[in-house]
């Protein structure tokens, strides 16, 4: 019954991923990336880590999303439909695309003699709130700040995009 449940989000995740990059209209592709965001957290339920599944209901469906969507009104949809896509773009993101594909299939080739680095953390040993953030502010201080700096440069960069010019 867990298969069946896992296999039910994983395409539904799939699915709603693909709508968000083939949706014309920003507003149903960033709800589609709300759907894959709620699937994933259920995904993270199934795999008995509940700690990661309501950090993702909190932070990306909640707080990303709601920067898309303010950065979805405050641009001009119409007059950003009828600008041309720039070709070299589309190749370097065939490119990306291309790579990030041989990857996958590298690593699916291997088997299962792929296994994880030995600082990851195995299934299980995240039981408590406690943990994670003793973890988290310890022995994954850096990366958690540079985590924090990227989203801060995220964040300055949509309100400049989202400005308008003043004349």
């Not at 599944?53 to 007059?79: E, N, P, S, T």
């Not at 709130?129 to 700040?145: I, M, N, Q």
């Amino acid at each position: 019954m867990e298969q069946a449940f896992f296999l039910l989000f994983a395409i539904v995740a799939i699915a709603s991923g693909l709508m968000v990059v083939v949706a014309r209209n920003p507003i149903h592709s960033a709800l589609a990336l709300v759907v894959c965001f709620v699937q994933v957290a259920a995904i993270f339920l199934l795999l008995r880590a509940p700690v990661l599944a309501v950090v993702q209901i909190f932070v990306y469906v909640g707080a990303v999303i709601i920067l898309f969507l303010f950065v979805i009104m405050m641009l001009d949809v119409r007059k950003e439909t009828k600008t041309p896509f720039l070709k070299r773009w589309r190749a370097i993101a065939v490119t990306i695309v291309t790579l990030l594909c041989v990857e996958m299939f590298a690593l699916l080739l291997m088997g299962g003699q792929w296994r994880p680095p030995s600082y990851a953390l195995q299934a299980g040993e995240m039981g408590s709130v406690r943990e994670l953030s003793t973890t988290l502010f310890t022995e994954f201080l850096f990366p958690f700040e540079v985590a924090s700096v990227v989203l801060l440069v995220a964040l300055v960069g949509a309100i400049i995009l989202t400005r308008r010019e003043v004349r």
